[in-house]
């Protein structure tokens, strides 16, 4: 430690002290410092005496000392070592007031967590998790919190036996020891290995029961506990075996909470459990549309956010789509769109969505809003960033206009500029998916040559390098697409209409050559 045997017995004799009154022992705490801060060596083991003195003195009360925080940018070993042995007193005064003042140095950061850890002070933290008076009890579950932020000290957290007093205190009646145990149980689950201590030691049920506390603060960190279990598939049984749909139902209620910091971290939960077929299961008959819609429209982009990225799986699920079409999913996406493009989550969960439910809204035969088919135009326009952005626009627009009753809607409202932008991505030559899917959009457009006459040359361009094209879904594409062009009259004043039918006609002999090849070899087989 670097003191002299001098200050050393000092400090010795300092300990000896513990069960004396807290104003006898505050006084005395003070003669010790003082006595060490006049001798050379305290100037190389302290790095401040007048900042621990100052700790001191901003904590002179008559009756009893409510705190011993300090100003120090780093406590001394000696100091830990200190505490350590004060936090196993049998005096209740003297647990309160070390344990505070622990809490105090780690709240202001003025000690590293792993020191604490290092020093020995996590074990009588810990054994008085179960101490009878709550005030401690609120103190030490709240340093083992922050020290369970650290992701070095969750290890060692759940291996020096603080796991089942944790789970008694997050049921404790005192609302601020349960809310410091259940915050300590959701750093816990930040750790693969301490996550899966917890899961044995039976975290899940009490997590669980805890999504239906009066207490907010309690539902949120139970919650980003859970999302944290949901995350791995391997603990999904688990989750979902608690009897009577438990989980889900909770969850879902919690979705339609007025605290929107619980609602959205409810939808994340919901999302990520939502890839097993069990949980798809479990949700059939509960009630989740209505607050998932709500949710969607609330005044926060994160829980939007959430929301729809919630929904672009719920609606590929056949029986949730009619339910999702018929209480108003579409319009509110479209609302979506032209309120937050370009932001790329949003419109690409939409867009999934959308894709999801067109053909309940063609069986339905109802007019298709606005709002949709304008933000999705405008989506398309813009220059995105990365490409999954783009193929999740253009998914959306080719199943839309695979449905006749939808598509005469998309043509009405297409300018001669989004043609362009179609044609445009179609000739991406280093990205084959985004040119294929660009094409299949405007293979299924039948057109007339008011949107095309700007963009002849580009058109017939794309087309002939479709049809020379290796792969034959290219040449195939291109040809569905003359087809339809041709139907809405969009190449009727192509200039290079006769180089378009010498490329057809090549690919329809190369075509008949094949078949010719493939009925001799069949011949050949049969004989």
Not at 103 to 113: F, M, P, Q, V, Y
Not at 229 to 252: E, M, T
Not at 323 to 352: K, R
Not at 371 to 379: D, P, V
Request: with cysteine.
């Amino acid at each position: 430690m670097g003191l002299c045997d001098r200050c050393a017995r000092l400090l010795d004799d300092f300990k000896s002290l513990v069960k004396a009154k807290a104003a006898i022992f505050v006084q005395k705490l003070k003669d010790v410092v003082n006595r060490i801060s006049e001798c050379c060596c305290s100037k190389k083991a302290l790095a401040s005496q007048e900042k621990l003195h100052e700790l001191l003195r901003r904590h002179d009360v008559k009756s009893r000392p409510s705190h011993l925080t300090t100003a120090q940018s780093r406590v001394p070993a000696a100091f830990l070592e200190t505490c350590c042995t004060l936090l196993q007193s049998e005096d209740m005064e003297v647990q309160r007031t070390v344990s505070l003042s622990m809490l105090n140095l780690l709240t202001d950061s003025k000690i590293k967590e792993e020191h604490v850890i290092e020093m020995g002070v996590l074990e009588p933290l810990v054994d008085l998790l179960q101490s009878g008076d709550r005030t401690v009890q609120c103190n030490s579950s709240a340093c083992i919190a922050l020290l369970a932020s650290s992701d070095s000290n969750r290890e060692a957290i759940v291996s020096s036996d603080a796991v089942l007093p944790l789970l008694v205190l997050a049921r404790a009646f005192d609302p601020k020891v349960q809310q410091n145990a259940v915050r300590a149980l959701h750093n816990l689950t930040k750790s693969e290995k301490a996550m899966c201590v917890l899961c044995e030691e039976g975290v899940i049920p009490v997590l669980a029961l805890l999504l239906q506390s009066a207490d907010s603060d309690v539902q949120f960190y139970s919650c980003s506990a859970l999302s944290n279990i949901a995350a791995a598939p391997k603990h999904h049984s688990k989750l979902l075996q608690i009897g009577d749909r438990f989980l889900l139902k909770s969850l879902v209620s919690l979705m339609g909470s007025s605290v929107l910091k619980n609602s959205t971290q409810a939808c994340g939960c919901l999302r990520s459990l939502i890839g097993n077929g069990e949980a798809q299961r479990q949700l059939v008959g509960l009630d989740w549309v209505y607050p998932l819609l709500t949710l969607l429209k609330a005044p926060e982009l994160s829980s939007s956010e959430a929301a729809v990225m919630l929904l672009s799986e719920l609606s590929a699920h056949p029986l949730n789509k009619e339910s999702l079409v018929n209480q108003g999913v579409v319009p509110i996406l479209g609302e979506l769109l032209l309120m937050y493009l370009p932001n790329s989550t949003l419109v690409t969960h939409c867009a999934i969505t959308l894709t999801h439910l067109w053909d309940i809204v063609a069986s339905q035969e109802t007019v298709l809003e606005t709002e949709c088919l304008t933000g999705l135009l405008l989506a398309l326009g813009f220059d995105w960033n990365e490409n999954d952005n783009v193929l999740s626009i253009l998914a959306c627009l080719h199943s839309l206009a695979s449905f006749d009753s939808l598509r005469s809607r998309l043509i009405e409202k297409m300018t001669a500029s989004h043609v362009g932008r179609l044609v445009s991505i179609s000739s991406e030559s280093e990205n084959s998916d985004l040119s294929f899917a660009a094409g299949s959009v405007i293979s299924k457009l039948d057109m007339n040559d008011k949107l095309l006459k700007p963009h002849h040359r580009a058109i017939v361009g794309y087309l002939m390098r479709f049809l020379r094209n290796q792969e034959v879904r290219f040449q195939q594409l291109a040809i569905a697409s003359v087809y339809n062009l041709k139907k809405g009259g969009g190449l009727d004043g192509m200039t290079c209409g006769l180089e378009l039918e010498r490329e057809l006609n090549r690919v329809q002999q190369q075509t008949e050559h094949t078949r010719q090849l493939l009925q001799m070899l069949q011949q050949d087989t049969c004989t």
